[in-house]
């Protein structure tokens, strides 16, 4: 399971919160594997302490996001969505798409 920062930070988030610290246990249950980006963890070096250290207690792979593979979504987005905050979104796709063909 790929968590993105805003799963991350749903941990605190009132609205989130239940669902979120059911699915941490699910995962220190071992029920899922957990996969983060280093995209994920440029967001949080600006979290606060308690939401970057969630990933402490986690255990997690590490997915690597190269520089071509934001340039390629950069692409992406300039011609499709005109946006640039949309990244993330191309970028997790395209992690995916990796992942599920091994």
Known sequence: MYLDTSVIGGYYDEKFMQDTHLLFQNIKDGKYSVFISNLTEEELENAP????????DLEHQLIVV?????NLAKDYINEMYQD???????????????WAKK
């Open 49 to 56: 302490y308690e939401v970057k250290n969630l990933l402490n």
């Open 84 to 98: 640039p905050d949309e990244i993330r979104k191309y970028v997790f796709g395209e992690i995916t798409n990796v």
């Open 66 to 70: 190269s520089p071509e593979c934001k």
